[in-house]
């Protein structure tokens, strides 16, 4: 069976087409758009399935009960992750494709913060809220960029209620390319993962040769994919020490080509992953890139 196609990175796609995106640790980021221009997701989604992407993304990444509290004014997160839910709908309806919805589970509130996470009971409810509304709507539950076990245990085992396909997807940016941002080791996250009996486990968020070197570890689960960013590891001299896993990322890092992406995909597959997308950077050029291996296969 030949690998599924997962979208490109929807804040970059945004950017290139000329929309100011504040810092995501200090702003509601995309889900500005999702709130004030949401035909512009729509196109990107529409851009996506055209390019080849079998299964597109949910909007709400941003869209959370803590990240709001940034903008008083902005629509509850579940209004929102039913908008962004209608946007995916729509685009497959606009291209006349079978594409696939995967419904965004995100951390709860700054990305690679795991130390900021909400409460057990909070959290769950926050899950369980999006898991009525993608219920039947989805196919699948993508749980992404998880920093911490707690937070991507309690994701996956709430999305095994509202969905038969749940996705959990960890990341390993910061300065210990084999540990979480909450400095657990990835392999014991994918261990704990296992007990939750899901369909597949991914990495994203990372630099594509990190991302390689997650396999062996990611190859536990019965599936595995992988969605990374358009770089690659490259240590730069810091002045100091630097503990925020987003700087230290983006200080040691090479911005690479699609064509350059495309090399490490193929590596991904020859090494058995089942699903294939792009994180950071990628565009809907990377899609393009992947549906022309997929299509070799």
């Not at 995106?21 to 500005?32: D, E, G, N, Q, R």
């Not at 999702?34 to 990444?61: C, F, M, R, W």
């Not at 990611?218 to 490259?234: P, Q, R």
Request: negative net charge; contains cysteine.
């Amino acid at each position: 069976m030949k690998p599924l196609i997962l979208d490109c990175a929807l804040g970059t796609e945004l950017e290139n087409r000329g929309e100011y995106l504040p810092s995501f640790k200090t702003s509601i980021w995309s889900a500005y758009c999702l709130i004030h221009k949401p035909e512009i997701i729509k196109q990107i989604h529409i851009d996506n399935i055209e390019a080849g992407a079998d299964v597109i993304t949910t909007s709400n990444y941003q869209a959370t009960p803590e990240l709001l509290k940034r903008e008083p004014s902005a629509p509850p997160y579940d209004d929102l992750a039913k908008r962004s839910l209608e946007l995916c709908k729509e685009a497959i309806i606009k291209t006349g494709t079978k594409t696939k919805i995967a419904g965004c589970y995100p951390p709860i509130h700054v990305t690679f913060r795991p130390d900021l996470s909400s409460k057990e009971k909070k959290l769950r409810k926050f899950y369980e809220t999006l898991g009525e509304i993608y219920q039947n709507n989805v196919d699948v539950i993508i749980c992404e960029t998880m920093a911490s076990i707690y937070e991507g245990t309690i994701a996956g085992s709430t999305a095994k209620n509202f969905s038969e396909t749940v996705w959990l997807s960890w990341t390993t940016r910061g300065n210990k390319l084999n540990r979480l941002p909450s400095t657990e080791l990835l392999d014991l996250a994918i261990s704990e993962g296992l007990k939750l009996d899901i369909d597949c486990q991914l990495v994203n968020c990372v630099h594509a040769d990190t991302a390689s070197l997650a396999i062996e570890k990611l190859k536990k689960e019965k599936s595995f994919g992988i969605y990374a960013n358009s770089s690659i590891y490259k240590k730069n001299k810091l002045e100091g020490f630097v503990s925020d896993s987003d700087e230290w990322h983006y200080h040691n890092h090479q911005p690479i080509t699609p064509e350059d992406y495309k090399e490490f995909v193929l590596e991904w597959i020859d090494r058995g992953a089942s699903i294939i997308g792009g994180c950071c950077r990628t565009t809907t050029e990377h899609i393009k890139e992947i549906k022309k291996v997929v299509d070799q296969l």
